[in-house]
């Protein structure tokens, strides 16, 4: 297996990161964002959802893309001010960007604020983007380095061969989810099934399943 090479700029205290940790920070933060996201509904609506936004895996996709984003993106930083700001903006940013991209690949979305105050475009909103800020300045402080810190503290090859098959199980459960989404959506149009694909897709991936797996998701 071909090593990926590492980059030895030092971002946090001495330790440095490579293509594999990057598996790490998206699975782990993605989880997290999971387990963040359960615990605000139960706490606001007393219910207990589904809020991985994934077929198979407990891993919030949303979060984790965001994850590795702020990651690269404030890997240098070092005041806490400008650490909130930019992660402010780039929360922001995703957020609003990741709305648009699954409402045009799938036809769905997942969250829509517009009946929440200083909301744009009901993507995101000001409030929301003051938490991503926060949520940023504690990852970059605490989390992120404690979380590289324990990844480093793996033998070198079982850190990249489980990254390699994390990968390989988070790629296939995106290929899945995202087939089932569009034709969930495809569904809820009226489109008959046209080719064997579809007929399974159908069988296993009924909209009682769908509901459940996607509670918050709308098709438009």
């Known amino acids: 297996m071909a090593d990926i090479k590492r980059d030895r700029t ?40 589904n809020r991985s936004g994934s077929m198979f895996t407990p891993v ?7 994850a590795v984003i702020l990651f690269l993106a404030l890997k240098n930083i070092k005041d806490p001010v400008h650490i909130f700001i930019c992660g402010a903006v780039i929360g922001g940013v995703t957020e609003y960007s990741l709305s648009i991209g699954q409402e045009l690949l799938f036809g769905s979305v997942s969250w829509d604020y517009s009946k929440l105050p200083l909301n744009i475009n009901g993507r995101t909103t000001l409030p929301y983007m003051v938490v991503w800020g926060l949520m940023c300045l504690l990852a970059v402080k605490v989390l992120f380095p404690k979380l590289l810190a324990v990844v480093h503290k793996i033998p070198e090859d079982i850190r990249k061969r489980t990254a390699i098959i994390v990968l390989i199980i988070l790629a296939v459960d995106a290929l899945v989810s995202s087939a089932a989404v569009i034709r969930y959506s495809e569904r809820s149009r009226g489109l008959e099934v046209s080719n064997t694909l579809e007929s399974v897709l159908d069988s296993r991936f009924d909209d009682l399943r769908m509901k459940r797996r996607f509670p918050n998701m709308r098709i438009r």
């Open 10 to 49: 030092y971002i946090f205290g001495n330790i440095a990161f490579d293509l594999y940790d990057l598996i790490y920070v998206f699975s782990l933060s993605g989880i997290i964002g999971t387990v963040y996201e359960t615990i605000l509904i139960f706490i606001l609506h007393g219910v207990i959802e």
């Open 60 to 66: 919030n996709y949303v979060y984790g893309i965001g």
